[in-house]
């Protein structure tokens, strides 16, 4: 089974960025560390991280066919994107949505996601352990439908 982890915009601060909100673990961290509890699971995971809309919407058209599930913090792009909404439904891979922080308890311009609706699922707010939910609660959701 092949996943791929998708971070949009602003997350390869993390670490530096809004401590508060956002925690003090690097990306390259949680990546690393989300390789190795998909490995255990005899999963392979790729990432890529990207700041572009555009180039976000290319990385999972180059998805299809390949990757079975995708993990995605859209970042901002989450509220905005509707181009990252028809990529995904366009190449028809399952996939979670995820956050670090609790959006739903932020400003109301992140109550609204443009991918929540089509989402095997949402993880938010639970910090960097928002990608080892979604990595089980996806992969909990793969297993299901291929047996
Ligand atoms: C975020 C929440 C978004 O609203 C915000 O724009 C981000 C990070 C999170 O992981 O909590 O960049 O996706």
């Known amino acids: 089974m092949q996943l791929l982890l998708l971070n949009g915009p602003n997350l390869n601060l993390l670490g530096q960025r809004e401590p508060g909100l956002y925690g003090h673990q690097t990306l390259d961290v949680i990546e690393q560390q989300l390789k190795e509890r998909a490995a255990a699971a005899g999963v392979r995971l790729d990432s890529y991280q990207s700041n572009f809309?555009?180039?976000?919407?290319?990385?999972?058209?180059?998805?299809?066919?390949?990757v079975n599930g995708?993990?995605?913090n859209a970042g901002a792009f989450t509220h905005?994107?509707?181009a990252l909404r028809d990529a995904l439904l366009g190449v028809a891979i399952p996939y979670v949505e995820l956050h670090l922080s609790n959006t739903q308890a932020r400003e109301s311009f992140r109550h609204q996601s443009y991918l929540a609706d089509r989402a095997v699922g949402?993880?938010?707010?639970?910090?960097?352990?928002?990608?080892?939910?979604?990595?089980d609660g996806l992969l909990n959701y793969l297993r299901q439908v291929e047996a």
């Open 53 to 66: 809309e555009g180039a976000l919407v290319e990385r999972v058209h180059q998805a299809m066919g390949t």
């Open 80 to 82: 905005t994107s509707i």
């Open 70 to 72: 995708i993990l995605i």
């Open 122 to 135: 949402v993880v938010s707010g639970f910090g960097p352990f928002s990608y080892d939910l979604a990595l």
